[in-house]
């Protein structure tokens, strides 16, 4: 059994905090005013809320079982751990080259232009729960033990 | 002796090495590879060249990969012959060794055509690590400033965007009309020839080098080269980077297949028991034209060795294909290309096109019978893997075609019933 995060599109009502909360965790300062306006580079929020009215949902790195991302790397960045089921990413090897973004199905992997490495969720590694399941509103992202 | 014997030690080694310790935690493996630096990121050899990536950022697995996978690693040593009924292979330093299994990974090499001057210092091809410090080498030595790279394709476009930040001034010599014209229509090439020519690239299509002139008082150092068309133009570097060719010196004349590159079934097997060919030496199918061609790409190169490597420890495994795809990131122009991207006329072909030329951005789909099998992907590259999903499982689109190319297209456009049986939504 792995922990994934799982998007309930019922109870999205498409108000982009998870987007926000993750933005902050994934920046230097987690000050939600500095983490928008003046931090460099500029914190990438790695969940996208994908609308298309009245429809929204979020999506985020879903951890494939044969993630494609992992196989095609050209530099050995994404890595699936065998243990947790995660993919990770290293961005000290990444090279920004994009490959996981052409063969990611969800689109879940972001550019990081400025750093020129890609940035995709980590589940708020160190935390019992990722920000944008422990901040959405309306419980529309839950973290559960799935099988793999 | 070991059960499992891989010539190559790059991305179709790597990955066989991989799929075996999956089945067969225990039996002997020994990769034999000419090189003295192994599974180091080919495709990184650029950001080498330009400063970006060292040698411990280039390793794409780590450095304790052999080890841990409890392979013997035959370093430096060129396999000279196979002896395919003794199940040997024979090793430049004298050596046999004795396989049950043999996987072919032996790449490609670069393709230089014949041209006089090609023996002179300062000529380079473009494929591997010790290209890549070559080249850097000779930079430092001699305080290079001028480069002409031969080819506009993939691999010349990659180094010419590392010698441009090095410093150097680089002129692209290109074959064909456009640039790029194996992932790009005329209108993406444009766009990237531009964007190239901006940053300050001197761009020559539709010629190619007759002959690589020496320098004016040492003749046997690069100086310039001369163009079919006549002119000259004056430079310290030479760089041969058209593309590859398969690697197949160790089979010629043998047993095993040959057509361009080593014939294999949809198991990675050759034609002869239990040797098995992958990568860019390998002729694997390709989905999109529903035949088998060489396709030297990193990330096929990976999967078409993992299904050697379960085939020879014994997991049937069928490889799913793949096509000519590719990802770039030079000039900070993200591109995406896949499949059938630059078609011929063809009235099967329906066409989409979105464009935003002010900003460079770019994006055709090309489908045949609703069904998506080409992508042009320029600065609008977010969401290409979702587009190359509905490429790949030949889902067809016909009722939602237009929000393919809308600026919104998403999971969130596409029908209710396919995001949940992707489990996009519950």
């Not at chain 1, 109870?11 to 909360?21: H, M, P």
């Not at chain 2, 072919?104 to 210092?121: M, N, Q, R, W, Y």
């Not at chain 2, 770039?328 to 030329?357: C, H, M, R, W």
Request: hydrophobic share 40%.
């Amino acid at each position: 059994m792995v922990k994934r995060i799982i998007a309930k599109q019922e109870n999205c009502i498409g108000c982009g905090l998870c987007e926000v909360y993750c933005l902050v965790q994934h920046s230097k300062s987690k000050d939600v005013v500095k983490a928008y306006n003046s931090e460099r580079p500029k914190p990438i929020s790695r969940v996208t809320v994908e609308r298309n009215k009245p429809v929204s949902f979020a999506i985020q790195c879903r951890n494939c079982e044969d993630a494609p991302c992992v196989i095609a790397c050209l530099s050995g960045a994404m890595k699936k751990d065998e243990k947790t089921g995660q993919v990770t990413h290293d961005k000290e090897k990444c090279m920004g080259c994009w490959t996981c973004i052409m063969v990611c199905p969800y689109g879940a992997i972001k550019m990081d232009k400025e750093g020129h490495v890609i940035a995709k969720c980590d589940l708020c590694q160190g935390f019992d729960e990722p920000a944008c399941v422990a901040n959405c509103p309306n419980e529309a992202l839950v973290f559960k033990e799935v099988k793999k | 002796m070991a059960k499992y014997v891989i010539v190559g030690a790059s991305a179709a080694g790597i990955g066989a090495v991989e799929a075996i310790r999956e089945v067969d935690p225990s039996g002997s493996i020994a990769v034999i590879s000419d090189e003295t630096c192994t599974h180091y990121s080919r495709p990184m050899i650029s950001d080498f060249v330009s400063g970006k990536a060292d040698a411990k950022k280039m390793d794409c697995r780590n450095n304790e990969f052999w080890k841990a996978n409890n392979v013997e690693v035959l370093m430096g040593k060129k396999a000279t012959a196979l002896n395919l009924t003794e199940k040997t292979v024979q090793l430049d330093s004298g050596e046999k060794v004795a396989y049950e299994k043999l996987l072919l990974a032996t790449g490609g090499k670069p393709f230089v055509p014949i041209t006089e001057g090609s023996d002179k210092d300062g000529v380079f091809t473009f494929t591997t690590i010790s290209d890549a410090q070559r080249i850097a080498a000779k930079i430092e030595a001699t305080y290079a400033k001028t480069a002409i790279v031969v080819g506009g394709g993939l691999i010349g476009i990659s180094v010419t965007e590392a010698l441009l930040k090095r410093g150097l001034k680089v002129t692209m010599v290109e074959l064909q009309d456009k640039i790029l014209s194996l992932l790009l229509d005329a209108k993406g090439s444009d766009i990237m020839e531009a964007v190239i020519r901006k940053a300050g690239v001197n761009v020559i299509t539709g010629q190619s080098v007759q002959k690589i002139l020496g320098k004016p008082g040492n003749d046997s150092a690069v100086g310039g080269v001369l163009l079919t068309k006549g002119d000259q133009v004056p430079c310290d570097l030479v760089i041969m980077a058209i593309g590859v060719v398969p690697r197949t010196e160790l089979v010629l004349g043998g047993a095993v297949k040959i057509n361009r590159g080593i014939v294999v079934d949809n198991m990675m097997q050759t034609n002869v028991a239990d040797v098995y060919a992958s990568g860019d030496v390998a002729e694997a199918y390709d989905f999109i034209i529903n035949q088998n061609r060489t396709l030297p790409l990193w990330p096929l190169a990976i999967l078409e060795g993992r299904v050697a490597g379960y085939n020879m420890a014994g997991k049937k495994t069928t490889y799913c294909g793949g096509t000519n795809m590719s990802s770039l990131k030079y000039f900070d122009v993200p591109i995406v290309s896949i499949g059938l991207a630059n078609p011929k006329e063809d009235p099967t072909l329906e066409v989409l096109v979105k464009q935003d030329l002010e900003n460079n951005v770019y994006k055709k789909l090309v489908l045949r019978n609703n069904i998506i099998v080409g992508i042009i992907l320029v600065n609008c590259i977010e969401r290409a893997g979702i587009l190359f999903y509905l490429l790949k499982n030949t889902v067809n689109v016909k009722k939602f075609k237009k929000q393919l190319i809308s600026e919104d297209f998403s999971w969130a456009t596409l029908p209710t019933g396919m995001q949940r049986k992707m489990s996009v939504v519950q």
